[in-house]
C-alpha cells in the first residue's frame, strides 16, 4: 500500500523468508558457514536453535540457495507427525514410489535405504532438513537416528538439518535421546540482534526494496530495539505497521509518536508501555505473533534449488586428519558440570583476541573487531591433528555432562601440553583430556591477503594474485606467473599436507602465511 509513496520496488518489512531480505549480521554468517561446512562434510545431525522469529528458516533457505548440485534435498515443514508419516513425507520430498496405503515403517524404510544407496552410487549426497523440529516425538526422532544408520566406510548416507526453537535442545538432552545427541556434528543458537545490529538490518530491508533514504532516525530506532528485543520478525511486523501509519499520516519519516501507535496495534498496548524491557516483551508478543505468522506461512511457498551447479572451487579440506603426536600426562582434569553458553564464548574471544592484541569491546561482536585488524573468522570442524596443521590459537565448542554447549579458549600447545582458558581461567591439559569434551569444532582467526573473497586463482588478475605471486616468490626466489605459478601452488600444497588444486583458499593462504613469517599468532612452535 505505501510501497509507491516511499519509492520502494516491493514490501521491505515482508515476514516471508526471503534470502534477498536476510541481514547477515555475525551470528546469521555465523550459523550459515556452520551449516554449510556440515553438509559439504561426511555426515550426522546438524542442529540450528533459536527463539521464534530469529531467522532460522531463512538461514536455511539462504543455504538451500547456495548447495551444490549433488545435493538432493527433502524438506519436511510440519513434523507434528508420526513415524510412518514422516517416512512417507521423505519418500515424497524425493520422489521416492511406495505402495499406496502403506502402514508400515519396513516398507517405507527399505524404499529410501535402496534410494540412498543408489544416490550414493551415482556420486551425489542426500539431506533431510526439519523446520520446527522441536514438535517432534521422542518416538520419531529415533526413527531419523535409525535412518542415519547406513553408512560407508567413509561418510553416512543421509545428512540431517534440525531447526528448532530452544526447546529442541532440551528435547536433545533427554537420556532416552542420546544415542542421537551424540550424533550432532554442528551445532549453532541464534539469538536476538544487538541494539547497532537493529539498525543495520532496516537499512538492509529499505536499500534491498530499493529506498536509501532515512526513513527512521535514531531515537525511533532505539524504541524498535526496545520493543522488539531485536527479534526480526518482530521488527518487520512493527516496522511495516509504522510505515503504514506514516503514509496515512503523509509524512516523509517515521515519528516516535507513530512508531509508539505501531506498536501498540501490532505488539499490544502492554507491550507498547513496557519501555526498555527487550526480554518481557518477546514473551509478551509471542502469542500475539503466531496468528500473524500461521497466515504469513499459509500464503508462502516453499521452493528451494535442487540442482544448482557445482561451484568453481570447492571448500578446501584435508584429507589427512592424523592424532596429535602429544604425550603429556598434566594432572586429572574435572570439567565444569555446567558453563554458561554466551558467557564462556565471550570469555574464549576475549582471550584469543587477545593474543592477537586486539581489545574485546563489551557488546561487540568478536569476528567484527577482528575484521577492523584486517583478520578473519575461520570456522573448521576435525581433530587436534587437523588444528595443529593450521597452528592458530582457537575457540572450540564443547559439551558438558548434560549435552549443553561451552566454550573455551586454546591458547598454546607446548612439549606436549595444551593450554586452554576456561571460564577465565588457564588450565592445561593432556590431548586425552581435552578431546575428553570436545565436538571437534574450532574458530580460529587469519589473515587474508587484501581484497580477498573466496579463493585466489592463478588465472585471475588482481590485488590477491598479485599477493599470492609475492608469496609463491618468497619461496620459490623466483617471479611465477600463469601456469606456472598454479604449479609451483600445487607443490607447495602437495608438500604442506593440503589438497592440492593450485587454487589459493583459506587452509593454503594460512599455510603460506606461516611458511614466509607474516605476522601471524602461532599455536605451537614445536
Not at 531447526?163 to 533427554?174: C, D, I, M, T, Y
Amino acid at each position: 500500500m505505501y510501497n509507491s509513496y516511499f519509492n520502494l520496488n516491493e514490501n521491505p518489512f515482508s515476514i516471508a523468508p526471503d534470502p534477498r531480505f536476510l541481514y547477515m549480521s555475525e551470528q546469521h554468517r555465523e550459523a550459515l558457514a556452520h551449516l554449510m561446512f556440515a553438509l559439504t562434510s561426511e555426515g550426522g545431525f546438524v542442529l540450528l536453535t533459536g527463539e521464534v522469529g530469529t531467522g532460522k528458516t531463512t538461514v536455511c533457505r539462504c543455504l538451500l540457495e547456495q548447495l551444490p548440485g549433488d545435493l538432493n534435498v527433502a524438506f519436511v515443514l510440519n513434523p507434528k507427525l508420526t513415524a510412518v508419516e514422516l517416512l512417507a513425507t521423505v519418500c515424497d520430498e524425493l520422489h521416492i514410489d511406495y505402495p499406496a496405503g502403506t502402514t508400515t515403517g519396513k516398507i517405507l524404510v527399505d524404499k529410501i535405504n535402496r534410494y540412498l544407496l543408489a544416490t550414493h552410487a551415482a556420486g551425489r549426497k542426500t539431506v533431510l532438513i526439519i523446520d520446527e523440529a522441536q514438535n517432534l516425538s521422542a518416538e520419531v526422532l529415533e526413527q531419523i537416528r535409525l535412518l542415519t544408520n547406513l553408512e560407508t566406510t567413509q561418510r553416512k548416507l543421509l545428512q540431517v538439518v534440525m531447526l528448532g526453537q530452544p526447546e529442541l535442545r532440551e528435547l536433545l538432552a533427554r537420556p532416552e535421546l542420546r544415542q542421537l545427541s551424540q550424533r550432532i556434528t554442528a551445532r549453532y543458537h541464534l539469538g536476538p540482534l544487538a541494539r547497532s545490529e537493529v539498525e543495520a538490518y532496516i537499512k538492509h530491508r529499505l536499500a534491498v526494496a530499493g529506498h536509501r533514504k532515512k526513513l527512521f532516525n535514531d531515537k525511533v530506532i532505539g524504541l524498535v530495539y526496545r520493543y522488539t528485543g531485536g527479534i526480526p520478525r518482530l521488527i518487520n511486523l512493527l516496522c511495516d505497521r509504522a510505515l503504514l501509519g506514516t503514509y496515512v499520516q503523509g509524512l516523509d519519516k517515521v515519528s516516535t509518536a507513530t512508531l509508539k501507535t505501531a506498536a501498540r496495534e501490532v505488539l499490544g498496548p502492554e507491550i507498547a508501555s513496557s519501555q526498555g524491557r527487550p526480554g518481557r516483551t518477546l514473551r509478551l508478543s509471542l502469542a500475539l505473533l503466531f496468528a500473524a505468522l500461521v497466515g504469513a506461512w499459509l500464503t508462502v511457498g516453499w521452493q528451494y534449488l535442487g540442482n544448482q551447479p557445482s561451484p568453481t572451487s570447492p571448500p578446501e579440506t584435508s584429507e589427512i586428519q592424523e592424532p596429535a603426536t602429544i604425550v603429556a600426562n598434566p594432572p586429572p582434569f574435572t570439567w565444569p558440570e555446567i558453563l554458561d553458553p554466551d558467557a564462556s564464548r565471550e570469555s574464549a574471544f576475549v582471550r584469543l583476541l587477545a593474543l592477537w592484541d586486539i581489545d574485546y569491546t563489551t557488546g561487540a561482536k568478536a569476528c567484527t573487531l577482528a575484521e577492523r585488524e584486517e583478520l578473519a573468522c575461520l570456522y573448521r570442524k576435525g581433530n587436534l591433528g587437523s588444528l595443529l596443521r593450521l597452528n592458530r590459537p582457537a575457540v572450540l565448542t564443547m559439551l558438558n555432562p548434560k549435552g549443553e554447549e561451552f566454550s573455551v579458549a586454546l591458547t598454546a600447545v607446548d612439549h606436549g601440553v595444551a593450554s586452554l582458558t576456561i571460564d577465565g581461567r588457564e588450565v592445561q591439559l593432556s590431548p586425552e583430556q581435552l578431546e575428553q569434551n570436545w565436538t571437534g569444532a574450532y574458530v580460529i582467526l587469519w589473515r587474508p591477503p587484501p581484497g580477498f573473497s573466496q579463493a585466489i586463482r592463478s588465472d585471475r588478475a588482481g590485488a590477491p594474485r598479485d599477493w599470492l605471486t609475492a608469496r609463491i616468490a618468497d619461496l620459490f626466489d623466483k617471479n611465477l606467473t600463469g601456469p606456472e605459478l598454479a604449479d609451483a601452488l600445487e607443490k607447495y600444497q602437495q608438500a604442506e599436507g593440503i589438497l592440492a588444486d593450485g587454487i589459493a583458499g583459506p587452509e593454503t593462504i594460512i599455510h603460506l602465511n606461516t611458511s614466509t613469517g607474516q605476522p601471524v599468532v602461532l599455536l605451537t612452535r614445536n
